[in-house]
């Protein structure tokens, strides 16, 4: 078996779907998040710093427009591309008032953008934003993607973290943008301090029973100026080694249902202000170690995905 067959690749699934290499070209907007203004929480997520997840974008003052068309021209002239990704990328995109949201979308909507991502929280999809949405779809024959930050399906770390929204949330956002047609991209931390191995196999466990399109693995970065930078400095916590980080990726994608598309097992940051980031190693050398060890081990995404369809009623009539 190939490294590629050894997960769903969102490179080659891109390639597969449109037919050639598509780049994803980020847009920063003027928001900001419910559990930083009061509304969900005070302070954000212990381990975000003040620019949220967005270290590699432009102004957020420069008109999407604007931005799309100086990134999209410096791509098509270095990489000859011709298919782009129109991704907001940065906090949370569809807190901002409908009209407002509504404004941005559709400056994204031009005939070499393919596909829509979205990046937001679980307690901010309201069927409003996504019948619009929906309508954008159909109207421009778009992909459009919701990613929806979760991090970890354990509840008492969500509380730990101050996400300022439970598992609960996170259903319902994904039952509303499967009933309007739309796909989910989801985004999860496997070396969370407060997590093990049980909670990354539920993880995979619970998004493949909801039949979730794509994931996004992460492992933790912790800045200087945060809450959880504190409390690392203090030692309340530990990071778990390289070794269990690469053995955590790969018992999830095991548990993982084989048709969910793999954005990407290890996350980038700056080195600014940082106290731990995917520990002191390449983002690509850590991912060449997963492929590594999965070929090593001769094991596949899916391979212990015969958990749902009454597994128990499965195994009592196979004896």
Partial sequence: MDKIDRYKVYSQYLRNRY?????????????????????????????????????????????????????????????????????????????????????????????????????????????DYLAYLQALKERYNLTITIELGLQTVNYHTLKKINRGHSLAEFLDAVLRIKKHGLETC???????????????????????????????????????????????????????????????????????????VIQRLIGRAPEENSLFCNWNTSWWKIKDRIDESMEELDTYQGKRFDYLHGSALKEKHQR
Avoid at 57 to 82: C, D, G, H, W
Avoid at 112 to 124: F, K
Wanted: proline share 4%; charged share 25%.
């Fill in 19 to 127: 037919g050639e290499k598509v780049y994803k070209i980020p847009i920063n907007l003027p928001v900001t998040c419910p559990n930083r203004d009061g509304t969900a929480g005070c302070g954000g997520c212990i381990f975000c710093g003040e620019e949220g997840a967005g270290f590699e974008t432009l102004s957020q003052f420069m008109p999407v427009s604007e931005q799309l068309e100086t990134n999209i021209t410096y791509i098509r002239e270095k990489y000859k591309a011709q298919k782009f990704i129109a991704y907001f990328q940065n906090y949370t995109n569809t807190y901002l008032p409908l009209e407002a949201f509504k404004k941005y979308m559709m400056q994204a909507c031009r005939e070499d953008v393919v596909e829509i991502a979205i990046s937001t929280r679980p307690d901010c999809i309201h069927d």
């Fill in 186 to 260: 989801v985004h999860l931390i496997l070396n969370l301090p407060w997590d093990d191995e049980d909670d990354v196999i539920e993880d995979a466990k619970f998004l493949s029973a909801l039949g979730i399109e794509q994931i996004k693995l992460h492992s933790l970065y912790i800045r200087s100026d945060t809450v959880m930078g504190r409390m690392y400095e203090g030692g309340e916590f530990e990071i778990i080694t390289l070794e269990e980080y690469v053995r955590r990726v790969i018992l999830f994608l095991e548990y993982l249902n084989p048709d969910v």
